[in-house]
């Protein structure tokens, strides 16, 4: 089973040990209706750990992720397993606005945020 959601912002962050990824659906006055969050973080110790928060809900995403794969404004995420929090699915298709913020957070962002996982797809 598959979901899909369409977001208007790509946001890419660095906060100390951690890289963020963040697609959001706002409305016209800018609250946030929809969010999705993918951080990877690197421990002192060189531990990685991989994490995907949906609104406000949060999972381990090392044991969860397969593989990711970009392909233009679209970012497709298959799961080893149902996701829950994402309504139970196995493949999540995000899509996001076509802008030049977003394309350009993408691109400083996909690798460093999903790394091994980013399987295939152009960027």
Do not use: C
């Not at 609250?31 to 993918?38: A, K, N, S, V």
């Not at 970009?70 to 799961?79: C, I, P, S």
């Not at 080893?80 to 996001?96: D, K, R, S």
Request: glycine share 6%; charged share 25%.
């Amino acid at each position: 089973m598959s979901d899909s959601h369409v977001y208007d912002t790509v946001a890419f962050d660095v906060r100390d040990n951690t890289t963020m990824l963040f697609f959001a659906r706002t409305t016209d006055e800018g609250e946030i209706q929809d969010y999705l969050l993918l951080m990877r973080s690197i421990e002192p110790n060189f531990d990685e750990t991989f994490s995907i928060e949906a609104n406000e809900q949060l999972i381990d995403g090392h044991e969860v992720l397969n593989d990711a794969r970009l392909l233009g404004n679209t970012l497709t995420l298959t799961f080893n397993a149902p996701v829950e929090i994402l309504g139970n699915t196995e493949t999540f298709v995000l899509a996001f606005d076509e802008t030049e913020s977003n394309f350009e957070n993408i691109e400083s962002g996909a690798f460093r945020v999903l790394g091994d996982y980013l399987k295939g797809g152009t960027a």
